[in-house]
């Protein structure tokens, strides 16, 4: 029923009520136009004669391959899949098994990638012209969408059978901007969590839940300093902890308004400088990691495991799901895990829903030969079939199954979705209560998400302006660093804006009131 619960949570209310909100989070080369995309102009609708012809001839494919009964082979790129693992390979036979019960006549056949980077070495595949026809990008796709490699996914959506049911408010936005990318997913922004035994040894820990401000987490934080390494890890970067501070700080959208009325990148704003001011005295204190520049995600969740430091954030859901599975079994019950909210200050929300584009999600090549074919096995993802399959694994092996009630094996917590992450079309009910898809540390995630998630006002970046962005983002981030450890200060932030302007900033600023004004 907790589920069945967020399942409702956000279907309807975030859907319903992102609209009313606007909010802020860090961008690494994904605000770019609502209105243009690689310099090309994006439309919502394919309504030209040429584009309706185009898709009737694919219809007629499609239906041809079915009604020939001939089963296509869907080459398909998926990242940190092998077909040398066994449990892979036995699931994508039961996969392609279930697509032939559905009628669909397509085998998935997967490339294999080389060891190393996956997106450099996707990205070295498609400039050889070696393009599968359902390709899974984490970024790079951009670059691909201007060559006009991959396919304008609006007319499959809005022609299919679940997916276009499936999609949040957030999600159509995207779309609507960049339609190259499907990703169908509950709204996903990293929450703060810690241990919950650990926070009810904490005298400020009511005050905290009750009255989330600023001074009221510092109070908490100066008390969970004692005796570790640090308060908040981090890895590399401060997005995590930006979840819980930024909107609290007025950082409440990418690009902020000053006092004239313009549009101002949020990170090179006053609100972003009293942030940083508020960071390095953290840092100064211990609070954060003094290492957390060289840290990477195995370091950080490490030290939370061992107690090292005591809060991290984490992708509501899944991923929340997972630390609370992993503290359980290194510490006991007592260490399952509590969502703290986002600070409260001149704003309250969680990193904004960047509604530029997807960060991540699957592209149908332009050039294969069976696209239709390719967005019905995407489409099939997100039906009840599709959608047992993707989330539970194999029976047997990550599940059983009596009298309709499913019980999930030990195996089943390695156990990662290989397309969506939507419970769309899954009957969470039907879950043995003991066992059950999400902890409670999970479904609280989800639960705040729902009530503090607010939209961004980023935008996709046209191509003309990515090297000034990029240029602009690198000194940013090397600034950033400085001031948090100490090396830079207050006196050196006008400097320093001046010459993120003189690197790209001002280019792409005066792009950005292009745009929002």
């Known amino acids: 029923m907790k589920k069945r619960l967020i399942a409702s949570l956000l279907s309807l209310t975030l859907v319903t ?24 102009e994006v439309s919502g609708t394919t309504e030209n004669s040429d584009g309706e012809n185009a898709e009737k001839e694919e219809s007629s494919t499609a239906a041809a391959e079915s009604e020939s009964g001939e089963v296509v082979t869907l080459r398909v790129t998926l990242k940190g899949i092998s077909m040398e693992d066994e449990r892979q390979r036995v699931w994508f036979d039961e996969y392609n098994k279930a697509l032939a019960e559905a009628g669909i006549p397509a085998k998935l056949e997967v490339v294999e990638m080389q060891s190393g980077s996956y997106q450099d070495n996707l990205s070295l595949m498609l400039n050889s012209g070696d393009i ?93 300093k004692e005796g570790r390494k640090a308060v908040f890890g981090l890895d590399g970067n401060l997005k995590g902890i930006n979840a819980m501070f930024d909107q609290s700080f007025g950082l409440t959208t990418t690009w902020v308004k000053d006092d004239s009325g313009n549009y101002v990148y949020g990170r090179v704003s006053r609100q972003s400088l009293e942030e940083l001011k508020f960071y390095a005295s953290l840092y100064q204190k211990g609070i954060i990691d003094k290492d957390y520049l060289s840290a990477n995600w195995e370091v950080k969740e490490n030290d939370f495991y061992s107690n090292n430091t005591a809060i991290i954030s984490g992708n509501q859901g899944a991923v929340i799901d997972l630390y609370n599975s992993n503290q359980v079994a290194a510490n006991g019950e007592g260490a399952a895990l509590t969502v703290l909210p986002p ?94 898809y999400w902890s409670d540390a999970a479904v609280s995630s989800a639960e705040m998400m729902a009530e503090y998630a607010t939209m961004d006002n980023a935008f996709v970046m046209p191509e003309e302006h990515i090297v000034n962005w990029d240029a602009a983002e690198t000194k940013l981030a090397e600034f950033t660093a400085d001031f948090v450890i100490g090396n830079k200060t207050e006196a050196d932030w006008d400097a320093f804006v001046e010459e993120w302007n003189s690197v790209g900033g001002a280019a792409v600023t005066e792009y950005a009131n292009s745009v929002l004004q």
């Open 17 to 40: 009520g992102l609209l009313a909100g606007c909010g802020s989070g860090e961008k690494t080369g994904d605000t770019g136009s609502s209105e243009t995309n690689g310099g090309q």
């Open 132 to 224: 599968p026809d359902i390709i899974y990008f984490q970024g790079g796709d951009q670059v691909f969408a201007a060559q006009g490699i991959l396919e304008d996914l609006t007319p499959y959506i809005e022609n299919s059978t679940y997916v276009k049911n499936a999609l949040e408010d957030f999600q159509k936005e995207r779309l609507a901007n960049y339609p190259y990318l499907l990703f169908v997913t509950p709204a996903l922004s990293p929450t703060p969590v810690i241990r919950t035994d650990v926070l009810e040894g904490c005298a400020s820990a009511e005050a905290v839940l009750e009255d989330p401000t600023i001074e009221n987490y510092e109070k908490l934080f100066e008390e969970l």
């Open 343 to 436: 600070a409260k200050g001149e704003a309250q929300g969680y990193l904004p829903l960047d509604v530029s584009k997807e960060s991540r999600g699957f592209a149908i090549s332009a050039l294969s030969e069976h696209k239709d074919l390719a967005f019905e096995v995407l489409d099939f993802a997100v039906s009840g079939p599709g959608r047992m399959l993707d989330l539970m694994g194999t029976e047997g092996k990550d599940y059983t199954v009596e009298n309709g009630v499913y019980t999930l094996l030990p195996d089943h917590d390695t156990w990662y979705a290989n397309f969506f992450e939507t419970f769309e079309n899954f009957d969470l009910d039907a879950m043995n209560p003991d066992t059950p």
